[in-house]
């Protein structure tokens, strides 16, 4: 099994940047492709970003893409999202997640999931 922590959110300006971290531990991160998804109160948790094992492969919703980037370090064990041109409509709990797969854009194939960590996009 592997853990997530998150870290990296905060309160940021429209338009402003933000990057977060998702340290893994336990189980080598190398072993699962990577994701992370969002979830906005009173919302259905969103997929956000998704990369394969090697790296080689990435996914993004049209919302996010050309804004958001994940990016991962097997070597230190840490996935990253680096979120450009923010919107208030990004304001959500990003949360990291692993799955046993080549690559997952669905969240019922991640099973390990990080606590969160809160973005919030002011106007």
């Known amino acids: 099994q592997v853990q997530l922590v998150e870290s990296g959110g905060g309160l940021v300006q429209a338009g402003g940047s933000l990057r977060l971290s998702c340290a893994a531990s336990?189980?080598?991160?190398?072993?699962?492709?990577m994701g992370w998804f969002r979830q906005a109160p009173g919302k259905e948790r969103e997929f956000v970003a998704a990369?394969?094992?090697?790296?080689?492969?990435?996914g993004y919703p049209d919302s996010v893409k050309g804004r958001f980037t994940i990016s991962r370090d097997n070597a230190k064990n840490t996935v990253f999202l680096q979120m450009n041109s923010l919107k208030p409509e990004d304001t959500a709990v990003y949360y990291c997640?692993?799955?046993?797969?080549?690559?997952?854009?669905?969240?019922?194939?991640?099973?390990?999931w990080g606590q969160g960590t809160q973005v919030t996009v002011s106007s």
């Open positions: 997640a692993a799955a046993p797969s080549p690559i997952a854009t669905m969240v019922r194939l991640y099973t390990n």
């Open positions: 336990g189980r080598a991160v190398s072993s699962y492709a």
């Open positions: 990369i394969s094992r090697s790296g080689s492969s990435t």
